[in-house]
């Protein structure tokens, strides 16, 4: 072969490989949302206005063993009816950064809501989460996100300024 | 019913329409009757001449008649070989004109002299290796207004006249002014259909827009309604407006509207004021291979800065500005790259490469095959771009590139990384992570479309979120004709794939499966997380420049 794609990339670091989720999203966290403790959700912004909606490691959902459902239909809007149409993504339900995008209902009775953090439009619900809820737990900043939104680069840059960086992150952790 | 065709003539004349114009009244379409005026209305004048001596001696006899029409044809015809020797500066130039009513000077040779020598100005500039031309007039819009206005007069004196029959401006300009440009530019004169070397000459006429005042008064309520919706209509006159107001005009409302009747005294003639002179675009075609992972295709600025410091584009276009003689602006403007699709900046094209054409604006000439040579080898100097070929192609050819770029099937090499043990396999988990013989076999082996079919697998992809924000979201099935893993000698956790594809599938997106946005992907396969490493366009499946291209 003419153009080895072995010798075309550097092979020193692979053991180091970062996930797709490292390699394109800076992670931002929201801590002890709506005063309630570690209620933590993780933001993951792409530079391009697109953010990924994930459950935080330190959530207390993580710590609990029991079986749950995630219910995509609260407070009389059905996320999973969401649509887009277009480039410019008309019909996208409007989000702020209180609208719960889903209830975790365990089996127990338990439930809490996992709200979206910013302001923007609902592009995707990660419909892999209906099949196989497991993903929540199992991958929660990889396929195991939560939705999709779609901001103003204005809004974007303003959060990611505003909130908690990943090393900012692990540093409050240890406290 | 015959027309009095002396009568249009005499009347053309009285109203003042120089020699050529009076040919356009008469309906005349032959083009050579143009070409010498002077001698073509003779006919018409001296039959004038002898109708009024048969009036003023109807006592002689028809013999008498015909020695005297005799003479007065040998007499005009000494006199215009006279004027045909004298040819190269006629007298005519030093004395002032008398400007056509109709044309305004522009059918009359006497203001030509000019208009030859800007053209020529503008062909020693941009020398043009095109023999043959076409030429097209932009005329001041009051010649529409006062062509009317002798047509008029013609259908109201001269029983069944037509002026449907009018021979145009342009056509007549065309044969009159056209022929004679061709022996001062030494160039072939065309139709614009033919040749691809057009000549336009912008004519003003000081007064123009005062004359078609009147119209407003003519056709009252047409402008009253434009002004109304200024909004939409920023001039005021235009061709078509002109000709809108003109629809059903009658000589009583032109001399209720003008006291001159639309025929002022012509102060000055019409005058060229600019000529634009250009060349239908030239084309080559060719393909690219593309060695660089930090190129994109085409320049990359992001709020008005460089991202990346050259593009493929660049690389092919600086050869070329340089034989025509072009600035980096100017190449910028008037070449033009037109690729059989794209691949990402950090993604080699390798193989035979990708085709392309550049279309060329208002070339001077086509370059030698020598020259294309030499531009094939200055790209391919930088080691980012090698172009083996470029050939001439023709317009039609670009739709076979945007036909490609829907149709065309796509092989890619992948270097890609196993991340995780796949969950098929037992194995310890804190074993390293290495490229099985079951992991190939379930790679080379899958197939989830009908045997027989032409495509092994058939996935989904979401629109990858890298592009999300500008396109729209949907679901589309794309196709993986083939599909082929191998181990990486060295490198346990490597695996080698070559994938044919059907246009437009990402398979960026298909190796690392994008959170599952792209299904069954090649961590499905695995049943393991993967990634991709390095990616390679290995053909473009399109025959390109030519059906013989590439031999395959
Ligand atoms: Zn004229």
């Given at each position: 072969?003419?153009?080895?794609i072995?010798?075309?990339v550097?092979?020193?670091?692979?053991?180091?490989?970062k996930?797709?989720?490292d390699?394109?999203?800076?992670?931002?966290?929201?801590?002890?949302?709506g005063?309630?403790?570690?209620?933590?959700i993780?933001l993951?912004f792409?530079?391009?206005?697109?953010?990924?909606?994930?459950?935080?490691?330190?959530?207390f959902f993580?710590?609990?063993?029991?079986?749950?459902?995630?219910?995509?239909?609260?407070?009389?809007?059905d996320?999973?009816s969401?649509?887009?149409?277009?480039?410019?993504?008309k019909?996208?339900?409007?989000?702020?950064?209180k609208?719960?995008?889903?209830?975790i209902?365990y089996?127990d009775?338990?439930?809490?809501?996992v709200p979206?953090g910013?302001?923007?439009?609902l592009?995707?619900?990660?419909e892999?989460?209906?099949k196989?809820?497991?993903?929540?737990?199992?991958?929660?900043?990889?396929?195991?996100?939560?939705?999709?939104?779609?901001?103003?680069?204005?809004i974007?840059?303003?959060?990611?300024?505003?909130?908690?960086?990943?090393?900012?992150?692990?540093k409050?952790?240890?406290? | 019913?015959?027309i009095?065709?002396?009568?249009?003539f005499?009347l053309?004349?009285?109203?003042g329409?120089?020699?050529?114009c009076?040919?356009?009244?008469?309906?005349?379409k032959?083009?050579s009757?143009y070409?010498?005026?002077?001698d073509?209305?003779?006919?018409y004048?001296v039959?004038?001449?002898?109708i009024?001596?048969?009036?003023?001696?109807d006592?002689?006899?028809?013999?008498?008649?015909?020695?005297?029409k005799?003479?007065?044809?040998?007499?005009?015809?000494?006199?215009?070989?006279i004027?045909?020797d004298?040819?190269?500066?006629?007298?005519?130039?030093?004395?002032?004109?008398e400007?056509c009513?109709?044309?305004?000077g522009?059918?009359?040779?006497?203001?030509w002299?000019d208009?030859?020598e800007?053209?020529?100005?503008v062909?020693?500039k941009?020398?043009?290796a095109?023999?043959?031309?076409?030429?097209?007039l932009?005329?001041p819009?009051?010649?529409?207004l006062?062509?009317?206005v002798?047509?008029?007069?013609?259908?109201?004196?001269?029983?069944?006249?037509?002026?449907?029959a009018l021979?145009p401006?342009k056509?007549?300009w065309?044969?009159?002014?056209?022929?004679?440009?061709?022996?001062?530019i030494?160039?072939?004169?065309?139709s614009?259909?033919?040749?691809?070397?057009?000549?336009?000459?912008?004519?003003?006429?000081?007064?123009?827009?005062?004359?078609?005042?009147?119209?407003?008064?003519i056709?009252?309520?047409?402008?009253?309604?434009r002004?109304q919706?200024?909004?939409?209509?920023s001039?005021?006159?235009?061709?078509?407006v002109?000709e809108?107001?003109?629809?059903?005009?009658?000589?009583?409302?032109?001399q209720?509207?003008?006291?001159?009747?639309?025929?002022?005294?012509?102060?000055?003639?019409a005058?060229?004021?600019?000529?634009?002179?250009t060349?239908?675009?030239?084309?080559?075609?060719?393909?690219?291979?593309?060695?660089s992972?930090?190129?994109?295709?085409?320049?990359?600025?992001?709020?008005g800065r460089?991202v990346?410091?050259?593009?493929?584009?660049?690389?092919?276009?600086?050869?070329?500005a340089?034989f025509y003689?072009?600035?980096?602006?100017?190449?910028?403007?008037?070449?033009?790259?037109?690729?059989a699709?794209?691949e990402?900046?950090?993604?080699?094209?390798?193989?035979?490469?990708r085709?392309?054409?550049?279309?060329i604006t208002?070339?001077?000439?086509?370059?030698?095959?020598e020259?294309?040579?030499?531009?094939?080898?200055v790209?391919?100097?930088?080691?980012?771009?090698?172009?083996?070929?470029?050939?001439?192609?023709?317009?039609e050819?670009?739709?076979?590139?945007?036909?490609?770029?829907?149709s065309k099937?796509k092989?890619?090499?992948?270097?890609?990384?196993?991340?995780?043990?796949?969950?098929?396999?037992?194995?310890d988990?804190d074993?390293?992570?290495t490229?099985?013989?079951?992991?190939l076999?379930?790679?080379n082996?899958y197939?989830?479309?009908?045997?027989?079919d032409?495509?092994?697998?058939e996935?989904?992809?979401?629109?990858?979120?890298?592009?999300?924000?500008?396109?729209?979201l949907?679901?589309?099935?794309?196709h993986?004709?083939?599909?082929?893993?191998?181990?990486?000698?060295?490198h346990?956790?490597?695996l080698?794939?070559?994938?044919?594809?059907?246009?437009?599938t990402?398979?960026k997106?298909?190796?690392?499966?994008?959170l599952r946005?792209?299904?069954?992907?090649?961590?499905?396969?695995?049943?393991?997380?993967?990634?991709?490493?390095a990616l390679?366009?290995?053909?473009v499946h399109l025959?390109?420049?030519?059906?013989h291209?590439?031999?395959?």
């Amino acid at each position: 072969m003419e153009y080895n794609i072995l010798d075309s990339v550097d092979l020193t670091d692979v053991s180091n490989f970062k996930s797709f989720t490292d390699r394109y999203f800076s992670k931002r966290y929201i801590l002890n949302v709506g005063g309630k403790e570690n209620n933590d959700i993780m933001l993951m912004f792409h530079s391009n206005r697109i953010t990924l909606l994930s459950l935080a490691p330190s959530h207390f959902f993580f710590k609990k063993n029991c079986d749950y459902k995630i219910n995509f239909n609260v407070h009389n809007i059905d996320r999973l009816s969401n649509t887009v149409k277009g480039k410019g993504k008309k019909g996208g339900q409007m989000l702020n950064p209180k609208s719960v995008i889903c209830k975790i209902e365990y089996d127990d009775g338990a439930n809490f809501d996992v709200p979206c953090g910013m302001k923007g439009t609902l592009i995707e619900i990660n419909e892999e989460l209906i099949k196989d809820p497991q993903l929540l737990k199992s991958e929660p900043d990889s396929t195991g996100f939560i939705a999709i939104i779609l901001s103003s680069i204005a809004i974007s840059d303003s959060m990611k300024n505003e909130l908690l960086t990943h090393e900012e992150y692990l540093k409050s952790l240890k406290l | 019913m015959e027309i009095d065709q002396n009568n249009i003539f005499k009347l053309c004349k009285e109203l003042g329409c120089c020699d050529a114009c009076c040919l356009r009244y008469l309906g005349l379409k032959n083009p050579s009757a143009y070409e010498n005026t002077k001698d073509v209305v003779t006919k018409y004048a001296v039959q004038e001449t002898a109708i009024k001596s048969s009036d003023l001696e109807d006592s002689k006899d028809s013999k008498t008649l015909e020695d005297i029409k005799k003479n007065i044809l040998e007499d005009i015809n000494i006199e215009s070989d006279i004027n045909g020797d004298s040819c190269k500066s006629p007298p005519s130039k030093k004395r002032k004109i008398e400007p056509c009513v109709t044309c305004l000077g522009i059918l009359q040779e006497e203001t030509w002299a000019d208009s030859f020598e800007m053209v020529k100005e503008v062909l020693e500039k941009k020398r043009y290796a095109c023999n043959t031309f076409a030429c097209a007039l932009s005329a001041p819009m009051a010649t529409i207004l006062r062509e009317r206005v002798v047509a008029l007069h013609l259908e109201k004196s001269i029983s069944h006249y037509d002026a449907n029959a009018l021979t145009p401006l342009k056509e007549a300009w065309k044969w009159s002014f056209g022929t004679k440009l061709a022996t001062h530019i030494g160039k072939i004169l065309d139709s614009g259909a033919v040749s691809p070397l057009l000549i336009t000459l912008n004519i003003d006429y000081l007064d123009d827009l005062q004359e078609l005042e009147a119209l407003k008064t003519i056709a009252a309520t047409l402008f009253e309604s434009r002004s109304q919706q200024r909004k939409r209509f920023s001039t005021e006159f235009t061709r078509r407006v002109v000709e809108q107001a003109l629809e059903d005009v009658t000589l009583e409302m032109i001399q209720a509207a003008s006291e001159s009747c639309c025929l002022p005294q012509i102060t000055a003639p019409a005058k060229c004021v600019s000529v634009v002179c250009t060349h239908t675009p030239m084309y080559l075609g060719g393909r690219y291979i593309k060695l660089s992972r930090e190129l994109p295709q085409t320049p990359w600025i992001l709020g008005g800065r460089r991202v990346m410091p050259s593009s493929v584009q660049e690389i092919i276009f600086q050869p070329l500005a340089e034989f025509y003689g072009m600035s980096a602006a100017e190449a910028e403007r008037r070449l033009k790259l037109v690729a059989a699709g794209r691949e990402d900046v950090d993604v080699r094209c390798l193989g035979d490469g990708r085709p392309f054409a550049i279309e060329i604006t208002d070339p001077q000439r086509q370059l030698t095959s020598e020259e294309l040579a030499q531009a094939c080898k200055v790209i391919s100097s930088g080691g980012e771009v090698i172009v083996k070929e470029l050939v001439p192609i023709v317009k039609e050819d670009l739709a076979l590139l945007k036909k490609g770029e829907e149709s065309k099937t796509k092989t890619y090499h992948a270097l890609c990384i196993k991340l995780s043990h796949s969950e098929l396999d037992e194995v310890d988990p804190d074993s390293p992570v290495t490229v099985t013989d079951a992991d190939l076999e379930r790679i080379n082996s899958y197939r989830n479309t009908k045997e027989g079919d032409e495509a092994k697998i058939e996935i989904t992809q979401k629109t990858p979120i890298r592009v999300l924000h500008r396109r729209p979201l949907l679901t589309r099935t794309r196709h993986l004709i083939e599909l082929h893993a191998e181990k990486v000698p060295g490198h346990a956790q490597l695996l080698y794939v070559r994938v044919r594809t059907s246009a437009g599938t990402y398979v960026k997106e298909w190796a690392h499966g994008e959170l599952r946005r792209t299904r069954p992907a090649l961590p499905d396969l695995l049943r393991a997380r993967t990634d991709l490493l390095a990616l390679d366009v290995a053909a473009v499946h399109l025959h390109w420049p030519n059906a013989h291209f590439p031999t395959q």
